[in-house]
């Protein structure tokens, strides 16, 4: 049975679903995931054999069916949800971990009556991305560049479901094959051949996004362009820790297999 996962631009998309920033439905957002993924099922008229096959997390039935005037999550709920993402590892207790103590101030308290925003959830997404790279304390400070006082969102520099959307959107744009790596392919310079480092790379999309903020200055956008950066080297950090692990895995179960 396959299991239906999103990509983290596919996750911004429905979180902007969810908070009221899009019109579609989670359905249409669901599907639209769905459907990239089955090109070939579909235009050959295999589209329903191929999605019965498919398992559905609950929390996307949960989403399917709510309310959309409900724009709360329960922390169950967010994990479930970033458990639905490509290559995280989202466990209960240690989001409960950031919540109590390790980003408290940054995450706060429910914000719809006992469910969190989604701007919430979007933060602890972020932090999931970034842990792959950086230590809490790293976290914090990069946020106080970006969203200011933690008491204060409305001077926050950019959105955070707009942030995870953006550099979500530039990582995608720059694995133009789908293979969950950064392309680096060789440019050519009058000077000689140069191959860029991939900071250098995402650096150039990261400062094309951060001209679009025209109300920020200019300080304020290198402080974006940073985070975009940081955030797009810890999703492919976390890609490899994947492969990783599950080298990892497969070495230890196939133990003795064939002895």
């Keep these: 049975m396959e299991i239906l996962q999103l990509t983290r631009k596919e996750m911004s998309q429905l979180l902007l679903c969810l908070n009221g920033a899009r019109e579609d439905s989670p359905l249409t957002i669901l599907r639209e995931a769905w459907s990239s993924t089955h090109q070939h099922a579909i235009q050959n008229g295999q589209s329903f054999s191929a999605f019965i096959t498919t398992s559905l997390s609950p929390i996307f039935e949960k989403l399917i069916k709510a309310d959309k005037t409900e724009r709360g999550l329960s922390l169950?709920?967010?994990?479930?949800?970033?458990?639905?993402?490509?290559?995280?590892?989202?466990?209960?207790?240690?989001?409960?971990?950031?919540?109590?103590?390790?980003?408290?101030?940054?995450?706060?308290?429910?914000?719809?009556?006992?469910?969190?925003?989604?701007?919430?959830?979007?933060?602890?997404?972020?932090?999931?991305?970034?842990?792959?790279?950086?230590?809490?304390?790293?976290?914090?400070?990069?946020?106080?560049?970006?969203?200011?006082?933690?008491?204060?969102?409305?001077?926050?520099?950019?959105?955070?479901?707009?942030?995870?959307?953006?550099?979500?959107?530039?990582?995608?744009?720059?694995?133009?094959?789908?293979?969950?790596?950064?392309?680096?392919?060789?440019?050519?310079?009058?000077?000689?051949?140069?191959?860029?480092?991939?900071?250098?790379?995402?650096q150039i999309k990261a400062r094309d996004f951060a001209d679009t903020l025209t109300h920020l200055n200019a300080d304020q956008k290198e402080a974006i362009i940073h985070t975009i950066v940081i955030a797009i080297l810890s999703i492919q950090s976390a890609f490899f820790q994947t492969l990783s692990r599950r080298s990892l895995n497969a070495a230890l179960f196939l133990r003795n297999l064939h002895s």
């Design 76 to 202: 169950h709920d967010i994990v479930a949800l970033g458990n639905q993402i490509e290559y995280t590892h989202f466990s209960v207790t240690a989001v409960q971990n950031w919540v109590k103590r390790d980003m408290k101030e940054w995450i706060g308290t429910p914000r719809n009556g006992k469910k969190y925003s989604i701007e919430q959830a979007a933060l602890l997404y972020i932090i999931e991305d970034l842990k792959a790279t950086l230590d809490f304390e790293s976290i914090r400070k990069l946020f106080s560049l970006i969203f200011n006082n933690p008491e204060d969102h409305k001077d926050d520099l950019i959105n955070p479901i707009d942030l995870y959307a953006a550099y979500s959107s530039i990582f995608e744009e720059m694995d133009a094959d789908n293979d969950h790596i950064v392309d680096t392919a060789a440019v050519q310079s009058t000077g000689g051949r140069a191959k860029p480092m991939m900071d250098s790379l995402i």
